[in-house]
């Protein structure tokens, strides 16, 4: 195996040694070995390493989302798929600017154009925020739900069990906020003939990827759960899969929801409870006691405690099915993946420290995770 000086190495990548230095400084980019009079020795993995933070970079990257996005041991080959989709977005999106661009020129010969069209403009060409924020929303959905599937002592998964939960019977038409990557409907077994199954999210980017995912099968919508687009007792069922916790008003998601319900209609929602995955929280605490997951505790806005509380002046009935289960968890890198994948402020502290960080977890495995889950069933 070759190895490279700093500044060989620098070199090599087109970028200054300042900035490998810096790289090296926050823990981004350690160099493979360390020679006994200091000198920094960086081989071609790390190479590849680089190449990949720098594209990451170029794409409008914050440090602290990639020092996530760099926790995950990929192949060089997952490694350059993913720069190439991340890239192929950039390019669709300066295709569509390009597109508006040519519009509103054409527009302007016409003496048609309007100087509001100049706003969607300055959005298109500000920054690709559009395509960080799709690629990491999905990602680390990917990665929760990788984590349950894999570890889960429930033979009967989380979206199966779900599924299982609503009454079918009689529904004709169904929203579903919140839909994600679309993975409740992923062994779907229901004739769709005749039926309107809306799927939708906030996510311009989810519900694109719902779509490619299931064709014509249901109609997918971007849509706000605050501001639902369908007239009054429009659906026979409503489904909101850990969604109603992250509502800006939950009060006025939660009436609009009841707004598009039939009379007889079902809204299905499901939350956390306050020991749900507490064991995580107290890993990262006891690694380094500065580290917060999350801002909000969502089972304190909408959670299996306060839930009914909550709900009861919109629906005439409500039942609570709650799902049994834990993880029992062995392996460290999905553990850090999960932790990594959070909203809190884990990229700032643990990002520098990952290789010190995943032997402390290795240390305490197995780990076994309580989970708390649970669906409110409620009749309007």
């Excluded at 190495?9 to 900035?19: D, E």
């Excluded at 020092?67 to 989709?85: G, I, N, R, V, Y």
């Excluded at 609503?166 to 077994?189: A, H, P, Y």
């Excluded at 719902?210 to 706000?224: L, P, T």
């Amino acid at each position: 195996m070759n190895y490279y000086t700093t500044g060989q190495f620098a070199k090599l990548a087109n970028v200054s040694q300042r900035t490998i230095r810096y790289y090296d400084k926050i823990g981004l980019l350690k160099p493979s070995c360390i020679l006994k009079n200091g000198y920094r020795q960086y081989s071609e993995k790390d190479f590849i390493r680089l190449q990949k933070i720098i594209t990451l970079r170029n794409l409008d990257f914050s440090i602290e989302d990639i020092f996530s996005m760099m926790s995950s041991e990929e192949t060089l080959k997952d490694s350059l798929h993913l720069q190439s989709s991340l890239v192929q977005a950039k390019i669709n999106n300066l295709q569509n600017l390009k597109e508006a661009l040519d519009i509103a020129a054409s527009s302007i010969e016409k003496n048609a154009f309007e100087w509001s069209n100049l706003i969607s403009l300055v959005q298109m060409s500000q920054d690709n925020s559009s395509i960080i924020n799709q690629y990491m929303t999905s990602k680390n959905l990917d990665v929760r739900i990788a984590l349950h599937e894999k570890y889960s002592q429930n033979p009967m998964g989380w979206f199966p069990w779900l599924y299982s939960q609503i009454d079918f019977q009689g529904v004709n038409r169904l929203l579903e906020i919140g839909c994600g990557s679309g993975e409740l409907w992923k062994n779907n077994t229901l004739n769709l003939r005749n039926r309107e199954f809306f799927l939708s999210d906030s996510s311009e980017g989810m519900v694109s990827e719902v779509r490619k995912k299931y064709g014509s099968a249901f109609n997918c919508i971007v849509a706000d759960c605050e501001k639902i687009p369908f007239k009054d007792t429009y659906f026979d069922c409503v489904i909101a899969n850990h969604v109603l916790f992250y509502l800006q008003n939950l009060h006025q998601g939660i009436a609009e929801i009841c707004r598009v319900l039939k009379p007889d209609g079902v809204l299905y929602c499901s939350t956390y409870g306050s020991n749900h995955m507490k064991e995580i929280t107290a890993l990262v605490q006891a690694f380094d006691s500065k580290v917060t997951l999350s801002q909000t505790n969502l089972y304190d806005v909408f959670g299996l405690e306060n839930g009914k509380g909550i709900l009861n002046p919109y629906f005439s009935s409500i039942e609570v099915s709650y799902y049994p289960d834990e993880l029992i968890v062995d392996e460290a890198q999905p553990l850090v993946d999960y932790i990594m994948s959070c909203h809190g402020n884990q990229s700032e502290i643990i990002g520098p420290r990952l290789i010190e960080f995943k032997e402390f977890i290795q240390k305490q495995l197995p780990l076994h995770i309580t989970k708390e889950a649970g669906v409110f069933i409620c009749k309007k």
